[in-house]
T-cell receptor, first 114, second 111 residues
């Protein structure tokens, strides 16, 4: 049973560029959330997708956008990258039905912006 | 906005010492509370959770947490820590279907 998988694991970009991060949820899960974890901080909620729509959003600018596909996989896009966007980006999934609130996390994508 | 506060950012203990990590949350309604753990080089995983019922919750690896509603607290405890408990611990609250995390406590156990 595959857990949450994310790609790429590491990437380096320069200021102003755009990045796309990908996530496949745990088998049987249909709800995907994205988090940003800066060094020394806890994960910060970016947004949550269910039924291919953004259902919840945290306090992140519009440069952060996402998408969910019919197979429940998801992408996180960040435009006009800033140095402060350097962080570990975590994808988490769960079932919407019978939701216990427990999230299953991937290993993350570490983004460095130079 | 809902928030979670973890009082200890970095804790160092010797093996067999007792552990208590503090966690307070701001939300006043019905809460679901969690402790997640991240071992070195691994992904975040659930340690234990509280939804309702007995406020003393037992999790994996001998950890437990007590929900005290009057204090808005959900402290994590373990009577006797092991070197393998070295990890980062995050308290979290389910706020309107969003899981909000604290800043984490880095626990280092000396052998």
């Amino acid at each position: 049973d595959a857990g949450v998988t994310q790609s790429p694991t590491h990437l380096i970009k320069t200021r102003g560029q755009q990045v796309t991060l990908r996530c496949s949820p745990k088998s049987g899960h249909d709800t995907v959330s994205w988090y940003q974890q800066a060094l020394g901080q806890g994960p910060q909620f970016i947004f949550q997708y269910y039924e291919e729509e953004e259902r919840q959003r945290g306090n992140f600018p519009d440069r952060f956008s996402g998408h969910q596909f019919p197979n429940y996989s998801s992408e996180l896009n960040v435009n006009a990258l800033l140095l402060g966007d350097s962080a570990l980006y975590l994808c988490a999934s769960r079932k919407n039905r019978g939701n216990t609130g427990e999230l299953f996390f991937g290993e993350g994508s570490r983004l460095t912006v130079l | 906005a809902q928030s979670v506060s973890q009082h200890n950012h970095h804790v160092i203990l010797s093996e067999a010492a007792s552990l208590e990590l503090g966690c307070n949350y701001s939300y006043g309604g019905t809460v679901n509370l969690f402790w997640y753990v991240q071992y070195p080089g691994q992904h975040l995983q659930l340690l234990l959770k509280y939804f309702s019922g007995d406020p003393l919750v037992k999790g994996i690896k001998g950890f437990e947490a007590e929900f005290i509603k009057s204090k808005f607290s959900f402290n994590l405890r373990k009577p006797s820590v092991q070197w393998s408990d070295t990890a980062e611990y995050f308290c979290a609250v389910n706020s309107n279907d969003k899981i909000i995390f604290g800043k984490g406590t880095r626990l280092h156990i000396l052998p």
